[in-house]
């Protein structure tokens, strides 16, 4: 029996008289029929096929809910994979025993030119004294990076960035 038959009858038999109003208005719906391969109106399905078609789109929503519970556990991964990553696990510095020579100056100058300064700062310190200044006291607040033996190279994140 169509679907169109099928209201009919369930209207005349309801105690109104009738059904709701969107029951009547399912020639203007329609379904991709795959076995058909186009667009049929609903109220010209069979009972039967419309109840497999149901079915059918029902099984669709839940594999399209699992598919979003898993690309949800995906990203809440990466998420936290990130966040691990973006972390610092030991010191704040990025870079470490960088030389206190020409070479390792022209380095930390390049570094400052080439950074993204909207969104990062950049510091350089000094580290290790030299030889001939242990046991003066000049590292008791640190050194200057004149007193250094080496650089160590430190990049904040700015805040609101």
Known sequence: MKLYQLVNVLGAINETGKLASDMYELGKKRYYSESHGQEIPISEMDFQYMVR???????????????????DATA?????????????????????EIPNNEYGKKLTRGMKVYLNDESYSIRVRGQHVKPELKGTGVTSYGQSIEQSTHLRVYIDKKKGA
């Open 53 to 71: 078609a149901f079915i059918k789109q029902n099984e669709k929503i839940e594999s399209l809910k699992k598919l979003v519970r898993e690309i």
């Open 76 to 96: 809440t991964h990466f998420r936290e994979a990130l966040s691990s990553a973006m972390t610092t696990n030991g010191s704040r510095y990025v870079f470490t």
